[in-house]
């Protein structure tokens, strides 16, 4: 149960909220529509190497970085606001919700289910985490 121990927790709250649902809006909740044939990639990495070939750099960089970064504020926030949650509650879920997102788009044909997304997000959450433990440091 969340505790609203003071203005910076409702805060915080709120901008998890506001994240959260920007974040859905972005990934399953998109107009951009997919055939109806929306696929699962199981393959780690192929499709970034595909893209790679296709497109270049710069865009498996937009993928991968994307992925990571739009993670990060999730990994963070959730121990920001849940003060006794350690890594191993914060990867798994962020882990979840990738899981939920990438379930999502494939049930709604808003785009492939893919295992690089899973990964690259939940690093990108665990990378929040350990953001979040460097602030705590400096914050004590």
Same mark, same amino acid.
């Given at each position: 149960?969340?505790k $609203? *121990?003071?203005?910076?927790n409702r /805060?915080?709250i709120?901008?998890? =909220?506001?994240y %959260?649902?920007? #974040?859905?809006?972005?990934?399953? $909740? *998109?107009?951009?529509?997919?055939? /109806?044939?929306?696929?699962v990639n =199981?393959s780690? %990495?192929t499709d #970034?190497?595909?893209?790679?070939h296709?497109?270049?750099?710069?865009?498996v960089?937009y993928?991968?970085?994307?992925?990571?970064?739009?993670?990060?504020?999730?990994?963070?926030l959730l121990p920001?606001?849940?003060k006794?949650?350690k890594?191993?509650?914060?990867?798994?879920?962020g882990?979840?919700?990738s899981?939920?997102?990438?379930t999502?788009?494939?049930?709604?044909h808003k785009?492939?289910f893919?295992?690089d997304d899973?990964?690259?997000n939940?690093?990108?959450?665990?990378i929040?985490?350990f953001?979040?433990?460097?602030?705590r440091?400096?914050?004590?």
């Amino acid at each position: 149960m969340v505790k $609203f *121990r003071n203005v910076n927790n409702r /805060i915080l709250i709120v901008i998890f =909220l506001l994240y %959260f649902c920007i #974040l859905l809006r972005l990934t399953v $909740f *998109r107009t951009r529509t997919y055939p /109806i044939d929306s696929s699962v990639n =199981l393959s780690l %990495f192929t499709d #970034l190497v595909a893209t790679y070939h296709e497109n270049g750099l710069w865009m498996v960089l937009y993928l991968v970085i994307g992925n990571i970064v739009w993670f990060v504020p999730f990994g963070f926030l959730l121990p920001e606001i849940w003060k006794n949650l350690k890594l191993r509650i914060v990867v798994p879920f962020g882990f979840l919700l990738s899981l939920t997102i990438e379930t999502g788009q494939l049930l709604l044909h808003k785009g492939m289910f893919e295992i690089d997304d899973l990964v690259l997000n939940t690093f990108g959450t665990a990378i929040g985490y350990f953001v979040y433990k460097i602030y705590r440091s400096f914050r004590k």
